[in-house]
């Protein structure tokens, strides 16, 4: 890794939210996210070479945050772990009653059904709905047709509100 | 609710569901925007350009070294293996290997078979005789028709020093008695 120029440093940094929020839909756990978000960067920065066109930074950026993404969610089937400082977390600041019924428990609902659907159809909405990226971004990211993103899209939306709608009964 | 591109009509997400999500967002980036992004990710930037030599070396010099190493060092026992096969056992064998082409000729004195054990009693019985006075007569034998390639046999000198440096001295004059006239005729 080098360090890069300060001209490519502001230029990407400039989508740390992008890539955050990114990474929040795939790992959903903002301390998480926040290491995988500098892990892109880190990367982004040692390949900025392959950066052929700087118009194309941002879904440059963004696939390479879907790559480490996916390469972490990979790791983590491999090796499931408690991160330290999540569980450190959780008993010294246990969540009141409240939040964990409107928060937590809907917000695990909804990580339960979005972790049942396939993993292309997982991959498009996290992508839309977390990254609110357009349908022309999520082609360009996933390399298919916008026409393959709709029918995905269209298939993981239905899915994912079946399995809330399932779980809240 | 259905969203419309291009004619194609895409599921949406309930206002629940969307909700949630929002939150999620929301709580995420507000924690995210209060750290300092910039100053975590040079920090990390300079650790990792600082630890990148250690870790190309680790990762792909040593390696290459490891395995350069490994390619000669096999090569070279291959090699050794070849050229200098290990005398182990008692070295009266590989003497003995040495002049064969002399011993060949000699019917009345067998060859000991290959990974035979040859020990300092065999010897004295004659076959450390028979070895040095073969080697002074196998020079004649192995320039002979279908000798080529055979092993050069030692000169006699050498073997009988070579003899009494394994055996001692007592031993190899015991072991020559029989045929101190044989040489001669040689």
């Given at each position: 890794v080098t360090i890069p120029g300060q001209d490519l440093f502001a230029r990407l940094a400039a989508y740390r939210e992008d890539v955050f929020r990114l990474c929040l839909g795939f790992s959903r756990n903002a301390a998480v996210a926040e290491d995988l978000c500098h892990e892109v960067f880190l990367k982004a920065f040692g390949r900025a070479t392959s950066l052929r066109e700087p118009a194309g930074a941002r879904i440059w950026l963004l696939r390479i945050a879907r790559t480490t993404c996916l390469d972490h969610l990979r790791r983590l089937r491999l090796l499931p772990t408690v991160r330290v400082e999540e569980a450190a977390r959780a008993m010294a600041d246990p969540p009141g009653p409240e939040a964990l019924s409107e928060t937590s428990e809907e917000r695990q609902r909804l990580k339960a059904a979005i972790r049942a659907l396939p993993k292309k159809q997982r991959d498009v909405l996290v992508l839309r709905e977390?990254?609110?990226?357009?349908y022309d971004d999520l082609a360009r990211i996933l390399r298919i047709r916008p026409g393959t993103v709709m029918s995905r899209l269209n298939r993981a939306r239905k899915a994912v509100t079946a399995a809330f709608k399932g779980e809240r009964r | 609710m259905r969203e419309k591109q291009n004619g194609t009509r895409v599921a949406e997400l309930p206002d629940a569901i969307r909700q949630i999500i929002r939150r999620e967002v929301e709580d995420g980036l507000a924690d995210f925007g209060a750290k300092d992004f910039e100053a975590d990710l040079r920090a990390k930037l300079r650790r990792a350009s600082e630890a990148a030599p250690r870790r190309f070396f680790f990762l792909k010099t040593a390696p290459a070294i490891g395995l350069t190493l490994a390619v000669v060092g096999i090569g070279a026992a291959i090699l050794w293996l070849v050229k200098e096969p290990p005398r182990t056992g008692p070295n009266v064998l590989a003497l003995s290997l040495e002049i064969s082409p002399g011993l060949?000729?000699?019917?009345?004195y067998p060859l000991p078979s290959a990974g035979e054990e040859i020990g300092p009693a065999s010897m004295a019985t004659g076959l450390v005789g028979r070895a040095l006075f073969s080697a002074a007569g196998a020079a004649a034998s192995v320039s002979?028709?279908?000798?080529?390639?055979?092993i050069k046999p030692l000169p006699r000198t050498t073997l009988e020093q070579k003899m009494r440096l394994l055996y001692g001295d007592r031993t190899i004059e015991r072991a020559l008695e029989p045929f101190r006239d044989k040489f001669k005729e040689v």
């Open positions: 977390y990254g609110g990226l357009s | 060949a000729n000699l019917e009345e002979g028709p279908g000798t080529e390639g055979a």
